[in-house]
């Protein structure tokens, strides 16, 4: 029985990892196109109808390309630091709260930051070992960025989890029947939008490519199979950011049609604000981390430490 109980999971999650491609495929489709129109151009229409088949000729052409094979790289690190990247990303899904037939992590979200903060070595082997001094420049941004926001990202969600008391993303649910977290603590929401994209290295907060020199950053010596590995791993912890917002400040984890359509539209979001908004400056992107957003979410960690326990101690009173 145990065994078949560990086929069924192994299945499950076989399922959830194809699903999760097709999605994240799907989301570079919604891209292009909503980034198309965005500056009055179709985007991509050519491949099947209305263009639906361009994510799949854009991976085969990928996974097809000749593997260049740098003479000065240090190999090893940077042949398997995309896959690392990539299977990081993939273990982060894990921790989508299914009512059957999955893995239940009563701890997720310390699942959720350990599985972020492994993100930023293969950020930095890539960057290093491709031992080009363009692709360093850009790994030292993209690591230094993603340090500072897990600050900010990681107490954003403590004033969360003060107010359920549990590291269950199911327990969201039962606490936002009511009245979503969103309108509870609308500020402190939208910093953890705004770190949310600060962690994926999108738009506005993209200065891993910011120079001329920099091209694509960490990434510029990858092609082929490597660089779609890495397009991956950030197209699909895009989708997962998106998930976790919905869940934790949307109304929490439903099995029904509005809860992926939250998802969507989150997503959605990340692709309007990179078509709308200009690249931020380096040091203003640190002074908001610093000296905006740790404040903010200190404040209000205390706030909620506060009503807590003023709540705790009247259920005693009573």
């Known amino acids: 029985m145990m065994n078949l109980d560990l086929l069924i999971i192994i299945i499950g999650m076989l399922i959830l990892i194809i699903g999760v491609l097709i999605g994240v495929a799907f989301l570079t489709l919604l891209e292009r196109k909503v980034l198309g129109y965005i500056q009055i151009r179709k985007g991509p229409n050519k491949m099947g109808l209305m263009g639906i088949l361009q994510p799949f000729s854009d991976a085969i052409k990928l996974f097809t390309k000749e593997q260049v094979y740098l003479n000065y790289s240090n190999y090893l690190f940077y042949y398997f630091s995309p896959v690392l990247s990539f299977m990081l990303a993939l273990m982060i899904w894990m921790l989508i709260p299914y009512y059957f037939n999955m893995i239940m992590f009563n701890l997720g979200i310390l699942f959720f930051l350990c599985c972020t903060s492994l993100g930023v070595y293969t950020l930095m082997i890539s960057g290093w070992s491709s031992n080009s001094n363009y692709s360093l420049l850009g790994g030292l941004r993209a690591v230094a960025q993603t340090i500072s926001y897990e600050v900010s990202l990681?107490?954003?969600?403590?004033?969360?989890?003060?107010?359920?008391?549990?590291?269950?993303?199911?327990?969201?649910?039962?606490?936002?029947?009511?009245?979503?977290?969103?309108?509870?603590?609308?500020?402190?929401?939208?910093?953890?939008?705004?770190?949310?994209?600060?962690?994926?290295?999108?738009?506005?907060?993209?200065?891993?490519?910011?120079?001329?020199?920099?091209?694509?950053?960490?990434?510029?010596?990858?092609?082929?199979?490597?660089?779609?590995l890495i397009f991956l791993a950030e197209y699909s912890s895009i989708l997962f950011m998106s998930l976790l917002f919905s869940m934790m400040y949307m109304g929490g984890y439903d099995l029904n049609l509005m809860f992926y359509l939250k998802v969507v539209f989150i997503s959605f979001m990340f692709i309007w604000v990179r078509g709308t908004l200009p690249r931020y400056r380096y040091d203003k992107l640190m002074y908001l981390c610093w000296k905006s957003y740790l404040p903010i979410s200190l404040n209000y960690l205390l706030f909620f430490i506060g009503l807590k326990m003023i709540f705790n101690y009247k259920m005693i009173l009573v």
């Open 154 to 228: 990681s107490l954003i969600m403590m004033s969360s989890i003060i107010l359920i008391m549990d590291f269950n993303l199911l327990s969201f649910m039962k606490y936002q029947m009511l009245i979503w977290f969103l309108i509870m603590m609308f500020p402190l929401s939208l910093c953890f939008l705004s770190s949310l994209m600060a962690e994926t290295n999108r738009t506005p907060f993209d200065f891993a490519e910011g120079e001329s020199e920099l091209v694509s950053g960490f990434n510029i010596e990858y092609s082929g199979g490597g660089f779609a």
